[in-house]
C-alpha cells in the first residue's frame, strides 16, 4: 500500500473531471464576485491607508501585500464578472471542472486546499459569440481606443492604432456575416467589456 497510492506516476485521481451547468454555477459564481469584490476594495482602501501614514514606507511589507491582494482579488473580480455573464448565457451548457475548479467554486460545503497538480479546467472554456453580437461591443471599444489615443504618449499611439484597424476589420467581417460564431476566451470578452459585472466596479 506505501509504495503506488501517493506516487504521481500511478495515481489519476487529481486529473478527474466533472461537468457541471450554467445554472449551477451561476448563484455560487455571483457571491464569489461580491465577495471579491469586497476584498478587493478593503485592500485598496488598506493600501491608501498605510500610503497616508509619512512614517511607512512606500515598499514596506505592508504596503507590497496589500497591492498583491488588489491584483490577486482584482483578477478574481474580474474572472467571476465574465463566468458570471458566461453561465447566465447559457444556464444548459455543461462545462467541464478539474478538482480545483469544484473548490473555487465552494459546490460543497468543505474548505481548504487540494493537491498543487490537481485539475483545473476553468481557464481553457471557451464562449461562443456570433457576429451580431459583437458589432455595437466593436463599435465601442474603437470609440475609447480613440479616445485612449488622443491622450497617449507618441511611441503609444502604434499599438493603439493596430488595435483600432484590427477592430475595425473585425466590424466590418461581422457586418458581413452577423451569423458567423466565433470562439472567445475570457480575455477577448473582458476586452470588450460583454459582462454586465465587469462595469460594477465603476458604479
Given at each position: ?84 455573464h458566461e ?45 451580431s453580437d ?70
Amino acid at each position: 500500500m506505501v509504495y503506488f497510492e501517493k506516487n504521481r506516476s500511478y495515481v489519476n485521481r487529481h486529473s478527474l473531471t466533472f461537468t457541471h451547468t450554467g445554472e449551477e454555477l451561476l448563484a455560487k459564481t455571483q457571491l464569489l464576485h461580491r465577495q471579491f469584490r469586497e476584498k478587493e476594495l478593503a485592500a485598496r482602501n488598506l493600501t491608501a491607508d498605510l500610503l497616508k501614514d509619512p512614517q511607512i514606507h512606500h515598499e514596506d511589507k505592508r504596503v507590497v501585500a496589500a497591492k498583491d491582494d488588489i491584483l490577486e482579488y482584482g483578477k478574481n473580480r474580474e474572472q467571476c464578472a465574465v463566468w458570471a455573464h458566461e453561465f447566465e448565457r447559457t444556464p444548459e451548457r455543461e462545462f467541464s471542472l478539474g478538482i480545483k475548479d469544484v473548490a473555487f467554486f465552494c459546490l460543497f460545503p468543505m474548505n481548504g486546499p487540494v493537491p498543487y497538480d490537481a485539475a483545473a479546467k476553468r481557464g481553457e472554456w471557451k464562449f461562443t459569440y456570433k457576429g451580431s453580437d459583437l458589432s455595437v461591443p466593436l463599435l465601442a471599444k474603437i470609440s475609447s481606443l480613440v479616445d485612449e489615443r488622443s491622450e497617449a504618449e507618441k511611441d503609444d499611439r502604434a499599438v493603439i492604432d493596430e488595435e483600432i484597424v484590427e477592430n475595425s476589420l473585425l466590424m466590418e467581417e461581422f457586418k458581413r456575416n452577423p451569423e458567423k460564431e466565433v470562439l472567445f476566451s475570457l480575455g477577448d470578452v473582458v476586452y470588450l467589456n460583454l459582462a454586465p459585472l465587469l462595469k460594477a466596479k465603476d458604479e
